[in-house]
């Protein structure tokens, strides 16, 4: 296999470029929904080049709205932000150190997204229909829970809806804001109390077009309903043999839908998002454990027209990952990548930059199973050979590879 794939990187890839870079915009053709993954969490030009794409997506393609793997009331603060919405003379800096204060801090209090967002912030002056930022995840289950009740007491007119969610809410309340341990206790809770989160969010939805589209506060509070109702599942299935991934993945995918809902179904989204969520599982060994990422569920519900995974890798470098949960970020070396594995085979073609356009006629010539790296925001480089390598069908499982030779850290704020 090593001397054939390695003979199909070489006649196959394209120097990485503004040219190839384009080439991929060119390739999208007209999909919707545009998945643009990350080796890491921490690697400075996964973060740049994705902002590259995306500003020629949004430019050339019209793209409407960024979707990132964040939680939903941090990024809104950086969506109040691009949009104007925000207090005058607050800075990108600011926003952002103050708005995702949640390990892994790191990951969007950084320089690359403060360049990226300052830019977007420019471009939204001129135009009529400005661009959004938005997160997707679901680990803001106590913050979701205080924006709804702040938005639904600052506005009486909406009553029923208020001691509706009073009532959903109660049993979060003795748990001292501590999501943990909430899921160690949820096997008291009776199903009528569980269900109450989610009557919330459905009587929300039945109510939504009596809300203020001012500032999108409409869009706000049923996104923050969503999440506390997801977040709620999410939770419990973690003290279960129940796939919390999978809750997860498909809290993101229903988050897109809504977000195409509230824009119109014709609207364009980019999704910024790690490769274990972007690059389609059931072409990776995670479908054994029947575990579904949201490029798989994206491309099954939308037609793979319609969609365009976009992956990323690297030989060596430095990342910005930590030890263990929840320790202090540090600079770690990333070592040299196995020479069997997909980023070794590509170092092996030519150590250098490169872009790789999977399609019906060259798909399969990368699609025998290989491993595939991926570094979390806990890494640790010693036992790098036994569970950072994804067996994948890299041919299928994405639209196009950016392989990156030399890597270096993300640039984080500091605390």
């Not at 600011?94 to 969007?108: C, E, G, S, Y």
């Not at 803001?140 to 506005?155: A, G, H, P, R, T």
Request: hydrophobic share 35%.
């Amino acid at each position: 296999m090593t001397k054939k794939l390695i003979q199909a990187i070489s006649e196959h890839s394209l120097p990485l470029s503004d040219v190839s870079l384009n080439k991929i915009v060119e390739a999208i053709e007209d999909a919707k929904i545009v998945m643009i993954g990350e080796a890491s969490h921490g690697t400075s030009e996964f973060y740049k080049i994705r902002a590259e794409l995306s500003k020629k997506l949004i430019e050339q393609k019209e793209f409407q709205l960024i979707a990132v793997e964040g939680d939903w009331p941090s990024a809104q603060a950086v969506n109040r932000y691009v949009k104007g919405y925000s207090v005058e003379g607050e800075t990108i800096k600011d926003v952002l150190m103050k708005a995702f204060h949640r390990w892994p801090t790191w990951m969007w209090a950084n320089e690359e997204v403060a360049t990226f967002t300052e830019w977007l912030k420019e471009i939204n002056r001129n135009r009529e229909q400005k661009v959004g930022f938005y997160g997707i995840d679901l680990y803001s289950l106590f913050e979701s829970i205080d924006e709804v009740l702040k938005f639904l007491s600052n506005n009486p007119q909406y009553q029923v809806d208020l001691e509706h969610a009073k009532k959903a809410f109660t049993c979060f309340e003795p748990y001292n804001r501590m999501p943990e341990h909430y899921a160690l206790s949820t096997a008291q809770f009776s199903d009528e109390c569980i269900s109450e989160v989610a009557s919330l969010l459905h009587s929300l939805r039945n109510h939504e077009e009596y809300y203020s589209s001012r500032q999108e506060e409409d869009l706000n509070v049923v996104m923050n309903a969503l999440v506390a109702k997801n977040a709620e599942a999410y939770y419990r299935k973690m003290m279960s043999d129940e796939k919390s991934w999978n809750t997860r993945d498909y809290h993101m995918v229903e988050a897109i839908h809504e977000l195409r809902k509230y824009y119109g179904e014709e609207t364009k989204i980019i999704v910024w998002e790690h490769n274990t969520h972007i690059g389609d599982a059931s072409e990776t060994s995670m479908k054994n454990e029947q575990l579904i990422n949201v490029g798989q569920v994206i491309r099954e519900q939308c037609g793979k027209e319609n969609t365009y995974a976009i992956g990323f890798g690297t030989y060596e470098g430095t990342v910005i990952a930590a030890d263990s949960w929840g320790d202090p970020f540090e600079i770690i070396k990333v070592p040299p990548a196995i020479l069997s594995k997909w980023e070794g085979q590509l170092h092996a073609a030519s150590p250098k930059d490169k872009v790789l356009l999977f399609n019906d006629e060259n798909r399969e010539l990368f699609n025998d199973w290989i491993g595939h790296r991926a570094i979390g925001v806990v890494y640790n480089p010693a036992f790098e050979a036994y569970g950072n390598y994804v067996p994948s069908r890299v041919g299928s499982r994405y639209d196009a590879f950016i392989y990156i030779d030399q890597t270096n850290a993300l640039n984080p704020f500091q605390q």
